[in-house]
């Protein structure tokens, strides 16, 4: 089961990873570590613009790249003379770790912090890892208890070179209690909290556990591996390079896949947006993350099964308090739940008249676990109870589209879990805004039959 720092960083769903640094200056996705400091010289930075438009834009939290692979550190460490500290820009004495912290606590969104541990600007990175490990570790304390709560600690697996890693994360247990630690460049035994996707394309699997194999239970090929919490977390660019550039920024379309692929399939988005030379993001990242918004409030501001009718096969214990109508009522921390022993049970809504949808979003109370090994949704067309979309897992939220339809009822169908099912979320919607391409070509559809299908105006 998740901890309580794994539970809340998985109900934040949208985070900003912002890369901001030398390679802002010099063009580069990894710096050299021998740049001079001076280049570093944003005119306008602006950090409370960054957790304006984040607030705006339904965004919990911004993870910083406090330093990079190019080892130019953001503030004013005592552990080098590549950072901020011997630069122009506010004559030597600013930090822009601090002014972000401040502005995210005045503006209500959460600190996280990237520190890579890979750098380039070390003579004794590759020829003395104890040395090095201990340096490093002395940047991570500096960033970690002098700046306030951090909720996410972001560790790069680029080339990484540091001994103990277990020293590292203890660090980070020690200093920042409540965050969580995303994957390193191991996967050690003392172990973190989230793991990396594996791709840059905020694309998570289709069927996804969050139930993990410990690592230390894989050794010497252990037949009997203890399974862990470890969930995903999908990143990717706005605007196609990690660091600024003059691309424009993703396409609405694009950003909505991305949504789906992360967040509607059990995992936390992680979107990077960089800002300018200036220190500010574009007008035109902003715009499109307005506009991303706004289309995520139009989709599934409007619930056509919320506060409908319900009934189910099975009700834990026959009691209100697990009943079929928790999943429709916009709580997540009420469910719907069966009796032990129940792993095949079905909850359906009555839409209250024939309603047109194409997407259909599925929660499970991740508190207990995840248990949902395999589902199927069914509309009720025509006088007849036709399959639209179907598939394994569903975690902290599943979302499933497909071509338009018209039905009157829907019914969700739990044909398998590894426990009573405790389902808080089952959502009907209707995405005007994706491309219908984006719909015909689903996964979910692959078992629909085409005459399932109904198909709207």
């Known amino acids: 089961m998740p901890s309580a720092n794994q539970l809340a960083w998985q109900e934040n769903e949208l985070t900003l990873f912002t890369h901001f640094g030398m390679n802002t200056f010099t063009g580069r996705g990894i710096g ?6 001076n280049l570093f010289y944003p005119t ?13 834009c339904g ?3 911004i993870i910083l790249t406090a330093k990079h692979h190019d080892g130019f550190c953001l503030w004013p460490t005592a552990t080098t003379r590549h950072s901020v500290a011997s630069s122009r820009w506010e004559d030597g004495r600013g930090d822009v770790v601090r002014d972000l912290t401040e502005a995210c606590k005045a503006g209500g969104i959460k600190l996280g912090i990237y520190c890579s541990p890979y750098d380039r600007s070390v003579t004794n990175y590759d020829t003395d890892r104890p040395a090095y490990s201990r340096y490093y570790r002395q940047q991570l304390s500096e960033l970690l208890s002098h700046y306030g709560p951090v909720f996410e600690m972001w560790f790069d697996g680029n080339k990484a070179n540091v001994a103990d890693w277990g020293k590292v994360i203890a660090l980070v247990r020690k200093l920042q209690p409540r965050a969580v630690v995303k994957q390193g460049p191991v996967l050690h035994p003392v172990r973190e909290d989230i793991r990396w996707v594996g791709n840059e394309m905020a694309r998570a699997p289709l069927e996804n556990w969050s139930v993990y194999p410990a690592p230390d239970s894989l050794a010497a090929g252990n037949q009997s591996a203890k ?3 470890f969930p995903l977390e999908c990143d990717t660019m706005m605007n196609g390079h990690w660091f600024w550039d003059t691309n424009p920024p993703r396409s609405l379309a694009t950003l909505l896949n991305y ?18 030379p200036d ?22 501001g409007n619930d056509y099964a919320r506060g409908r009718k319900t009934r189910a096969s099975n009700v834990r214990g026959n009691d209100p308090a697990f009943g079929p109508e928790n999943a429709v009522d916009g709580n997540p921390k009420t469910y719907w739940a069966a009796d032990d022993g129940v792993t095949n049970a079905w909850l359906e809504v009555d839409l209250g008249g024939e309603k047109t949808f194409n997407v259909i979003g599925t929660g499970e109370e991740i508190a207990l676990g995840q248990r949902v090994e395999k589902y199927k949704v069914e509309a009720f067309m025509a006088g007849h109870w036709e399959p639209i ?7 902290y939220r599943k979302l499933d589209r497909f071509p338009k339809v018209i039905a009157s009822r829907v019914r969700l169908t739990i044909l ?9 979320l089952f959502g009907v919607y209707l995405d005007t805004v994706s491309p219908p391409e984006s719909f015909e070509t689903a996964n979910a559809l692959k078992d629909a039959p085409r005459r399932a299908r109904r198909r709207a105006g």
Request: contains cysteine; aromatic residues 12%.
């Open 59 to 61: 965004f919990k939290g």
């Open 44 to 56: 306008n930075l602006d950090c409370r613009q960054w957790v304006r438009v984040a607030k705006e």
């Open 416 to 424: 398998a879990s590894r426990a009573c099912p405790a389902i808080n």
């Open 32 to 37: 050299l570590g021998t740049e001079d400091p």
């Open 279 to 300: 220190g500010r993001f574009s007008p035109a990242c902003v715009e499109r993350l307005r506009e991303f918004h706004r289309a995520l409030q139009r989709i599934f």
């Open 227 to 229: 399974p862990i919490w």
């Open 389 to 395: 979309c179907a598939g394994t897992t569903i975690g």
């Open 259 to 276: 949504y789906y692929t992360s967040v509607g399939r059990n995992s936390e988005f992680l979107l990077n947006v960089a800002p300018d």
